[in-house]
C-alpha cells in the first residue's frame, strides 16, 4: 500500500504489529550487539548507530521484505563473486523483463541499477562494521 493513499488506523495498526512482534526489542538488541562489535573491531560508535537508524527507518517506511529479498540477492552475488560486470543483467527478472515495452524497460533498468547501488553501498557498509 502506497504511503499516501494510508489512514492514521492503518498506521495505528502497523505500530501494533511491531510492538507485538517485538520490532523494537529486537531493533535494540541488535544495536547493542553491533556496538560491541564495533567496538571489538574498533569502528566508531556513532557509524554503527547511523547504521542502525537508518536500517529501522527503511524498515518502518515499507515493509522491506522485497527489498531485504533483493538485497540477499545482491549480497549473494557479493560474496561469491565480487563486483561483476554484468551484475544488473544477473538481477533481472528477464520473464517480466521481456513483457515490458522500450520505455518501461529503460524504466525498470534505471530502477534496478539504483536498488543495486543502495545494495552495495549497504553492503559495504555491513562488511566495514563487521558483519558477515
Known amino acids: 500500500m502506497h504511503e499516501e493513499g494510508k489512514s492514521l488506523k492503518q498506521y495505528c495498526k502497523e505500530a501494533k504489529k511491531r510492538l507485538k512482534q517485538g520490532f523494537w526489542q529486537n531493533y535494540h538488541k541488535d544495536l547493542s ?20 537508524a537508518v536500517r529501522a ?8 521484505e522485497e527489498k ?8 549473494k552475488l557479493l560474496d ?5 560486470s554484468n551484475a544488473l543483467g544477473r538481477l533481472t527478472d528477464t520473464e517480466y523483463f521481456n513483457t ?33
Open 33 to 52: 550487539e553491533g556496538l560491541e562489535r564495533a567496538e571489538s573491531l574498533g569502528v566508531s560508535s556513532s557509524k554503527v548507530k547511523e547504521y542502525y
Open 57 to 64: 527507518r527503511e524498515s518502518l517506511k515499507n515493509s522491506g
Open 68 to 75: 531485504e529479498a533483493f538485497y540477499r540477492k545482491v549480497k
Open 80 to 84: 561469491e563473486e565480487g563486483e561483476v
Open 100 to 132: 515490458l515495452s522500450y520505455e518501461e524497460k529503460q524504466r525498470y533498468t534505471l530502477s534496478l541499477s539504483e536498488k543495486y547501488l543502495q545494495a552495495i553501498e549497504r553492503y559495504r557498509k555491513e562488511k566495514a562494521l563487521g558483519y558477515e
